[in-house]
């Protein structure tokens, strides 16, 4: 009976053992996701979309469109800052030659409506501004007044038939407004007594301006019943401008030169008579003596009129005196011309690129050239018998002067420094240079060199192909002619700054140039005059130790002097004195200085400190562009002169708290100073790439400064060639995460900097990691890049692959950055446990699985850790066999002595940072030990066991318990040494 109970007892026993002997299961796992290593971002703002991809193919075509335009031409077409009067001009004459029709007059009408000042009803553009804002002691720009640029913009819309959108009543009120009442005529802004008393001299341009658009805005003078007395005043002030000699003065003062030839000439002699003709009065003059004044200009040996009696040089602007003169013989019936010959020699004057040059001997051909040539054969009833083909070439010239939605008054073959410097700059970056003219850019570069001996300095004009005798045009344009107050204009310029001289010498260092101009001029005297425009007159606080606008401004007044100094004259100097000092040893800039001191002084009293942020505060100019550039200025400056670095942190503020995405200024002059001092300014390059491609224009192959596409800036060309080639490249990587271990990660990768998304067949972009070696990335036809990379099954992957996606340039590393991935696999366990009287029997059955399918525990190992009284007391390791797809961990435990044992069973699958805890078991043994002599060494002994094995739960385990009595058994057991 007790048998039977012990056998019922031991198949319990079984049957317990195998139900709750359990496989147990520790998965490793983790959700698919897509990593993005994005570009940080700042507060954006509005950028129009993108019209092109910003690759290094757009940057190519337009150098290929230069370089196409050089050999179709013979020169880099320039493009000038567009005027109302300029536009007028253009309009006028495109019009008289019938060919109004290839005018975009949308584009222009924009243009004209953009310049229109509702509540003042007038036009105002920026020669408008220079006129408010002129110095009367020292250079007055004439045709340039608001009341002559309004009429511009009146007669242009007439012109295009847009005149119907504006209130013409308004208009006339205005016109009117600037007529002097005290001394008749026009004036060229509205009347008031406290005006400067030169604001307040009538002029016979501002009359005749005045008159024509009135007439245009009515129906005539005899409209304008209310204003009878002024007429006949007006008409009495036109009369007295009439010299003794029988020419006309533009003014009464003869100590104001408003027409900028020498009183009286034919200019003032049109604006005169032909104001009186609105009124069919122009025969109340002293014709007979107009008559002499004509037989005194004409030369009948040259069949020319001479400008004036006192045109120096004696034949300068013949060919447009002889169109006027012309005009006025036929109108004032004067016979003392050879007719044939007369106009033989105006349409012979139509030589450069199908317009008018000014003079046979001052051969300038600018815009108003061939307005005042075109009108004047008009009037004379001339212009018929300019063939067809003749109109169609005077109609292309006018296109040479196309300027952004309106018409510039240079055409585009006056080379600007400016724009030969960021030309050339650009095809250097792009390792294109030979594909200029060296040799003529040389020859044009020193064409334009002017020494001053009263100050021993030479100075360069800002323009290629002006004759280096004369230095200035007629049309006075924007570019190179600024001289003011500077109370609303900001641009310092005129046609010998130190900004032409170092955009002259930038070209020549690019080219390997400087030194054939070393030995075509004396370098050392071009030094002395840059370092002799430093102003050091101290009682001008702000000003002393800066730099003047040109090496000439030393014979011009202190007081003029004072208004030239802007900081970018000291930046243009000191970068100046970099390039002669390197070519002729000279040594550090700061050893050739006036006085260094001063320099150091001009920029500390200029430097604005606060809590957060430090910058120069610009001069004349109080928009944020101006303070970046000036600041980078300073910066540079006090670097070339060895000065100790500013807080970098406080600079990186400034930056940052300005950028602004709408201006292209602000974005390279930001990138300049986060470059030099190498901050970390976080430029949102997304917004700086769609900025650059809004920005240019297709049409003139250059760049807008800004997103309102108000006026190309010569410059930008370079600034966005620079930062193409030089910016830091930026990483777009996206990849799979969370992978199985030996399977495959998708990698992208997407290229940019802060002009580029995309940077041609010489770029190479490779993942590099110690588990896979190199790796060259597919390149994709949109310029990213991808690769689908194998992470194999090895431990040092899990639980994160690393690895570094370069960018070469050839062989040059340019770029790095280390992505990191995550990966995971399957670990499938079964843990088992049996016991006898003496034993503890312990298997596992393990797996791996893989994205290669399930795998052996290959990498790792089982063990169990047995501690009595809570310290460890040993350590043994399973035996393992491995299969095809799993393996078998087996351990037989017999204990050595009496007492109670924690065992704590683990697996270490290789992979894992830490082994897993697979169970606790607590085992108590109790019996009599061996005598002491018994051979531990052999592991045997004998007790009467009773044997108790508890295990306790622990999380993702079952309760496994097991109790049962035995005694006087032996097991043999070898202790691991």
Request: glycine content about 6%; aromatic content about 12%.
């Amino acid at each position: 009976m007790k048998l039977k109970i012990k056998v019922t007892m031991g198949l319990l026993l079984i049957c317990t053992i195998f139900i709750l002997s359990t496989t147990m299961f520790y998965n490793v796992t983790g959700q698919m996701s897509a990593v993005s290593a994005e570009y940080p971002l700042i507060e954006p703002d509005e950028v129009a979309p993108v019209t092109s991809d910003p690759t290094i193919g757009f940057l190519e075509d337009i150098l290929t469109d230069m370089t196409a335009d050089y050999n179709a031409n013979g020169f880099f077409s320039s493009y000038y800052q567009p005027t109302l009067q300029a536009t007028y001009q253009a309009l006028s004459t495109l019009e008289s030659l019938g060919k109004i029709s290839q005018v975009d007059q949308v584009a222009v009408g924009q243009y004209i409506m953009d310049h229109y000042i509702s509540t003042n009803s007038c036009f105002i553009d920026d020669t408008a501004y220079r006129y408010l804002d002129i110095d009367f002691g020292e250079e007055f720009y004439p045709l340039t007044s608001v009341l002559e640029v309004t009429c511009y913009g009146i007669l242009s819309l007439h012109i295009i038939n847009q005149l119907g959108s504006l209130n013409s009543q308004e208009l006339i009120d205005f016109i009117w407004s600037c007529y002097n009442p005290i001394s008749s005529g026009f004036i060229g802004r509205p009347y008031d007594p406290n005006l400067a008393q030169k604001y307040l001299i009538s002029t016979a341009d501002n009359t005749y301006f005045a008159l024509i658009t009135l007439n245009v805005l009515s129906s005539g003078w005899t409209d304008w019943p209310s204003y009878q007395d002024d007429i006949n005043d007006l008409l009495q002030f036109l009369n007295s401008l009439q010299a003794t000699s029988g020419g006309f003065y533009n003014d009464l003062d003869l100590s104001f030169d408003s027409i900028f030839a020498y009183d009286p000439n034919l200019y003032s002699s049109y604006y005169a008579i032909k104001s009186m003709e609105v009124f069919g009065m122009e025969q109340t003059i002293d014709v007979d003596q107009f008559y002499v004044y004509l037989d005194a200009l004409y030369d009948s040996n040259t069949n020319y009129f001479s400008l004036s009696q006192y045109s120096i040089p004696p034949k300068e602007c013949n060919i447009v005196a002889s169109a006027i003169g012309l005009d006025l013989s036929d109108l004032m019936g004067y016979t003392g011309i050879d007719r044939v010959q007369l106009i033989s020699k105006i349409f012979d004057g139509r030589t450069h690129l199908g317009g008018w040059v000014s003079s046979n001997l001052v051969p300038y051909h600018e815009l108003i050239d061939t307005f005042q040539i075109v009108r004047s054969l008009e009037g004379a009833e001339e212009l018929i018998t300019l063939s067809a083909s003749d109109r169609s070439e005077v109609a292309s010239f006018i296109s040479f002067c196309k300027s952004e939605g309106g018409y510039a008054p240079l055409t585009n073959d006056y080379q600007a420094l400016s724009q030969l410097n960021s030309m050339v700059s650009s095809y250097d970056v792009m390792n294109r240079l030979s594909e200029l003219p060296i040799q003529q850019l040389y020859d044009w570069i020193v064409a334009n060199i002017k020494y001053f001996d009263q100050v021993d300095g030479y100075g360069f004009l800002g323009s290629v192909g002006m004759n280096i005798t004369r230095g200035w045009f007629r049309s006075h344009p924007l570019e190179f002619l600024t001289l003011c107050n500077y109370e609303i204009i900001s641009e310092v310029k005129n046609y010998f700054s130190l900004e032409w001289m170092l955009d002259a010498l930038n070209v020549l260092e690019i080219l390997f140039k400087i030194d054939d101009l070393n030995g075509d001029v004396n370098l050392t005297t071009m030094i002395h005059g840059v370092t002799n425009a430093q102003y050091l007159n101290p009682s001008k606080t702000h000003l002393f130790g800066g730099f003047c606008m040109s090496v000439r401004d030393m014979m011009i007044s202190d007081e003029r002097q004072s208004k030239t100094v802007v900081f970018e004259n000291t930046y243009n100097a000191i970068q100046s004195l970099e390039i002669l000092s390197n070519e002729m040893n000279a040594g550090p800039v700061r050893d050739l200085l006036e006085d260094a001191d001063a320099l150091i002084t001009h920029i500390s009293r200029n430097l604005v400190e606060t809590a957060t942020e430090i910058y120069l505060l610009p001069f004349h100019d109080n928009s944020i562009e101006k303070a970046l550039e000036n600041t980078y200025q300073a910066l540079y400056v006090l670097n070339v002169l060895g000065e100790p670095d500013l807080n970098h942190l406080k600079i990186q503020n400034f930056v940052e708290a300005n950028l602004n995405y709408t201006n292209i200024k602000n974005i390279y002059f930001s990138y300049k100073i986060a470059s030099l001092y190498d901050l970390s300014v976080q430029f949102d390059i997304t917004q700086t790439q769609a900025l650059v491609q809004s920005i240019y224009s297709e049409e003139f192959n250059q760049f807008y400064l800004t997103l309102d596409k108000e006026q190309i800036e010569p410059s930008v060309l370079g600034w966005v060639f620079e930062m193409a080639r030089n910016d830091k490249v930026r990483l777009d990587a996206t990849h799979d995460n969370n992978i199985n271990l030996g399977d495959y990660c998708y990698i992208s990768v997407e290229l940019g900097n802060l002009v580029l998304e995309e940077f041609g067949p010489y770029v190479t972009v490779k993942f590099e990691s110690e588990f896979s070696g190199t790796i060259v990335m597919d390149a994709l036809p949109d310029g990213s890049h991808e690769k689908y990379l194998y992470v194999p099954t090895d431990p040092s992957c899990y639980p994160i692959a690393s690895g570094f996606i370069s960018v070469y340039e050839g062989l040059n590393k340019i770029e790095t950055q280390e992505i990191f991935v995550n990966t995971n696999y399957k670990l499938t366990k079964r843990v088992s446990w049996t016991n006898t009287s003496k034993t503890v029997s312990i298997t596992i059955n393990a797996s791996q699985e893989f994205g290669t399918g399930l795998s052996p525990i290959l990498e790792g190992n089982a063990y169990i850790e047995i501690y009595r009284e809570e310290t460890l007391f040993g350590t043994i390791e399973f035996s393992q066999e491995d299969f095809l797809t799993w393996t078998i961990f087996s351990l037989l435990y017999t204990p050595l002595s009496s007492d109670s044992y924690r065992i704590m069973i683990y697996l270490d699958d290789g992979y894992a940072l830490e082994p897993f805890l697979l169970g606790e078991t607590q085992l108590s043994l109790t019996g009599t030990p061996r005598p002491p002599d018994f051979n531990l060494s052999e592991g045997e002994f004998s007790w009467a066991v009773g044997l108790i094995i508890g295990f306790i739960s622990i999380p993702g385990t079952i309760i496994f318990v097991v109790s049962r009595k035995q005694t006087d058994k032996k097991s043999p057991f070898k202790i691991n040494k």
